[in-house]
């Protein structure tokens, strides 16, 4: 049987997707309104306004939150600098007069994928690492984080049911292991991990529920323009240069959905303070890619 998302799974659920604006932050923020939630879709790139993120790209959250209306949900965009705590305490309040209460909060900004640099520039020892690079990285990947769970956490635990989701690259057991990319991205990748591991020790006496979930190798906007093809033709990229391994790559969406099951999932409890790959809640909820596909880029 083909699997198809429930559009009332979420009705009436308010999220907070902070990074909405591309990547994985669009796919969750899509996922989340195609089960029919209010998804506020939060970055620095907007159709308005003048803060602009680390990249030089057209994305915008105006466009993701259209995307979440249009898929059966509530989008709602509002321009934040993550970084900037007066802004984050500013949304909670614009939060706490319009709704009063969030359900779902996803930290999803990251912003440092230029910063991270490319293959031939990965192992370079900390000695020899540009440190302003560097710290600008745990800046964008780790401050950012605790800034926003500073700010919005408080409208989740006021009643029970909440949901806290940490998005990363790798799990911890992965991590663990792994050395990955720099001293500074890995240090980056193995606190959010953490941080999920913390708050749900946090969150836990309010009834509320931390997961820390990584995709698999995603097909973002700017992975797909680093092949030069479309999420239509991208198996093309197979044929360009991409590595075998890419036939397991996945959708923004695939991320998203894993997003939506945690938060649709009664018992969601039970995976407090865990950390786990999508496609791993795909082999658990049955849930598929946008293709019908359940890829495991981990497992390669």
């Known amino acids: 049987m083909t699997w198809s998302p429930d559009s009332t799974a979420l009705a009436g659920r308010v999220a907070v997707v902070a990074g909405a604006t591309r990547g994985a932050g669009r796919g969750i923020a899509a996922a989340l309104g195609e089960a029919g939630a209010t998804v506020i879709c939060t970055g620095r790139s907007s159709a308005n306004g003048s803060g602009a993120s680390d990249y030089d790209r057209p994305e915008t959250i105006e466009e993701t939150a259209e995307l979440v209306t249009r898929l059966g949900g509530k989008g709602i965009a509002d321009q934040v600098d993550h970084l900037d705590p007066v802004e984050v305490e500013q949304l909670a309040a614009r939060i706490r007069a319009d709704h009063g209460h969030i359900d779902i909060l996803v930290n999803d900004i990251w912003g440092a ?39 919005l956490l408080p409208l989740m635990i006021d009643q029970p049911g909440g949901l806290h989701v940490e998005i990363t690259d790798g799990t911890a057991k992965h991590n663990r292991t792994e050395y990955r990319i720099s001293a500074f991205y890995d240090l980056a990748k193995a606190s959010v991990n953490r941080l999920a591991f913390s708050l ?30 479309t999420e239509e033709t ?59 596909r359940r890829p495991d880029a981990w497992s390669v």
């Open 113 to 151: 994928e230029r910063l991270k640099g490319g293959p031939a520039e990965w192992n370079t020892p900390i000695w020899d690492h540009d440190l302003d690079r560097g710290l600008r990285i745990l800046r964008l990947g780790v401050d950012t984080h605790l800034i926003t769970a500073h700010h």
């Open 200 to 229: 749900g020790h946090e969150l836990a006496p309010h009834g509320c529920t931390a997961v820390a979930v990584t995709p698999g190798w995603l097909r973002s906007e700017m992975m797909l323009d680093a092949y030069n093809v």
């Open 234 to 292: 991208w198996r093309d990229a197979l044929e360009s240069g991409a590595p075998p391994e890419f036939a397991e790559s996945e959708s923004p969406r695939f991320v998203g959905r894993a997003v939506a099951a945690l938060a649709a999932d009664p018992d969601r409890a039970r995976w407090n303070q865990k950390s786990v790959t999508a496609a791993k809640l795909s082999r658990d909820y049955g849930f598929t890619d946008i293709d019908g």
